[in-house]
């Protein structure tokens, strides 16, 4: 089969190199194009753009996915199967064309944590379980029809960040399993169960006000934000007027009389905010201006007022 790739961050990297691996006929990548990024603001150009260069294959970096060139260009192609990973929403002229369609690798069980953000909301809600889910893209966003799904566990200290390096490499299988079922006429079509809406668990963006800390919500709650926001775009507080970010943390369950968000140290070897039932125990920060560190090297250096 001759297949489309899409998809812009390392996550996709890991599925198209599978397909690479595997002997497919991946005739082009289409991905975000270059953006400018770090202090001299240089262009910079997406984890897919850099793998499909080092492959000789050809790349499409379309502003607007309904731009007639592009859609001409994309057709010229004459693909088959259009395989998208981590990209952004396709509208129905471009997942329509192929004659195979175009199938999604989505980083949870589908219909559970349809969106942007799966792998953040999952570790956030404390789930512990997740997975990876192939379906057919159709009009509302990860509603298609499922091909295949795969679970994963998730560990109680797990952070967003390892469970995206295991799901990314259960999800390059999934699509592998998925791709030889379509080329075989074997790939199996189911719609996903039609459950309430009430029932439903979603994963939109994650923006700002998501990340700061509630010291007065349960302390699994802050525990499992702080896990489901690292290393990115990570969970904060503020230490002395400053933003500090928490990167790593454990939860320490004991009873106590001290006012939610009040913050415990021997200003050497810990530093702990007290929560409801318990406290906060930071291992690793980042406070405004400096740079990331573990809490023993931070307290080396910093002075608390008062």
Same mark, same amino acid.
């Given at each position: 089969?001759?297949?489309?790739?899409?998809?812009?961050?390392?996550?996709?990297?890991?599925s198209l190199?599978a397909?690479?691996?595997e002997?497919y006929?991946?005739?082009?990548?289409?991905?975000?194009?270059?953006?400018?990024?770090g202090r001299?603001?240089?262009?910079q150009q997406s984890?897919?753009?850099a793998?499909a260069?080092?492959?000789?294959?050809?790349v499409?970096?379309?502003?607007?996915?309904?731009?007639?060139?592009?859609?001409?260009t994309?057709r010229s192609?004459?693909?088959?199967?259009?395989?998208?990973?981590?990209?952004?929403?396709?509208?129905?002229?471009?997942?329509?064309?192929?004659?195979?369609g175009?199938i999604?690798v989505?980083?949870?069980?589908?219909?559970?944590?349809?969106?942007?953000a799966?792998?953040?909301?999952a570790?956030?809600?404390?789930?512990?379980?997740?997975?990876?889910?192939?379906?057919?893209?159709?009009?509302?966003?990860d509603?298609g029809?499922?091909?295949?799904?795969?679970?994963v566990?998730?560990?109680?200290?797990?952070? =967003? @960040? +390892?469970?995206? $390096?295991?799901l990314?490499v259960?999800?390059?299988g999934?699509?592998? /399993?998925?791709?030889?079922? %379509?080329? =075989? @006429? +074997?790939?199996? $079509?189911?719609?996903?169960?039609d459950?309430?809406?009430?029932a439903? /668990?979603?994963?939109?963006k %994650?923006?700002?006000?998501?990340?700061?800390i509630n010291?007065?919500?349960?302390?699994?709650?802050i525990?499992?934000?702080?896990?489901?926001?690292?290393?990115?775009p990570?969970a904060?507080?503020?230490?002395?007027d400053k933003?500090?970010?928490?990167?790593?943390?454990?939860?320490?369950?004991?009873?106590?009389t001290?006012?939610?968000?009040?913050?415990?140290?021997?200003?050497?070897?810990?530093?702990?905010?007290?929560?409801?039932?318990?406290?906060?125990?930071?291992?690793?920060?980042?406070?405004?201006?400096?740079?990331?560190?573990e809490?023993?090297?931070?307290?080396?250096?910093?002075?608390?007022?008062?």
């Amino acid at each position: 089969m001759r297949i489309i790739f899409m998809g812009t961050p390392d996550f996709a990297v890991t599925s198209l190199d599978a397909l690479v691996k595997e002997g497919y006929d991946v005739a082009a990548v289409v991905t975000a194009p270059d953006k400018p990024a770090g202090r001299g603001l240089q262009l910079q150009q997406s984890a897919v753009k850099a793998y499909a260069v080092s492959k000789n294959i050809p790349v499409l970096q379309p502003l607007k996915l309904k731009d007639p060139a592009f859609l001409d260009t994309l057709r010229s192609y004459q693909a088959d199967l259009q395989v998208v990973v981590a990209f952004r929403m396709l509208p129905e002229v471009v997942w329509s064309m192929p004659p195979r369609g175009t199938i999604n690798v989505h980083a949870s069980l589908l219909p559970q944590y349809r969106g942007a953000a799966p792998i953040n909301w999952a570790i956030i809600n404390g789930e512990r379980q997740s997975g990876v889910t192939t379906f057919k893209l159709q009009h509302e966003i990860d509603t298609g029809n499922i091909m295949f799904s795969e679970a994963v566990d998730i560990p109680e200290d797990q952070t =967003a @960040g +390892e469970l995206y $390096e295991v799901l990314r490499v259960t999800g390059a299988g999934l699509l592998i /399993k998925t791709v030889k079922a %379509i080329a =075989a @006429g +074997e790939a199996p $079509e189911m719609p996903q169960a039609d459950i309430p809406a009430s029932a439903l /668990k979603h994963a939109p963006k %994650i923006f700002k006000e998501h990340c700061l800390i509630n010291w007065e919500a349960p302390l699994d709650n802050i525990y499992n934000l702080i896990r489901g926001l690292s290393p990115y775009p990570t969970a904060f507080t503020h230490l002395q007027d400053k933003t500090l970010k928490i990167f790593k943390a454990a939860k320490e369950t004991a009873p106590h009389t001290h006012p939610a968000g009040s913050v415990h140290t021997d200003q050497k070897t810990f530093l702990k905010f007290a929560a409801p039932g318990g406290y906060i125990q930071v291992l690793s920060l980042q406070l405004e201006g400096k740079k990331k560190m573990e809490v023993d090297e931070f307290l080396r250096g910093y002075r608390f007022q008062g």
